[in-house]
């Protein structure tokens, strides 16, 4: 399963940003979409998860500034990113896991997309 991610950019702080990131290839099923983000010579931290039902799970440094939403039906995984800040600059790279499509039946997958930058600054 193959995740494409886009819509990263500059932005000067206070503004918005919206990512998405759309799977594709043999799903059978997704379970969690969601984003994390690396800064340079920072660890990979999750920003944001939202499972299949719609639960979702932030960050606290993103809380009340980014919306995580889905559309089950082309299985694509949304980040609204409001009042950004300088210290929101890192690459974004979109997860999911959930089950492939097998002979016979269907295995477990977790994917990763390819990463978008994100720059915030004046």
């Known amino acids: 399963v193959q995740l494409q991610a886009s819509g990263g950019g500059l932005v000067q702080p206070g503004g918005s940003l919206r990512l998405s990131c759309a799977a594709s290839g043999n799903i059978f099923s997704i379970n969690v979409m969601g984003w994390y983000r690396q800064a340079p010579g920072k660890q990979r931290e999750l920003v944001a998860i939202i499972s299949s039902g719609g639960s979702t799970n932030y960050a606290d440094s993103v809380k009340g500034r980014f919306t995580v939403s889905r559309d089950n039906a082309k299985n694509t995984v949304y980040l609204q990113m409001n009042s950004l800040k300088p210290e929101d600059t890192a690459v974004y790279y979109c997860?999911?896991?959930?089950?492939?499509?097998?002979?016979?039946?269907?295995?477990?997958?977790?994917?990763w997309g390819q990463g978008t930058q994100v720059t915030v600054s004046s």
């Open positions: 997860n999911a896991d959930g089950r492939r499509t097998y002979i016979g039946g269907s295995r477990p997958f977790q994917s």
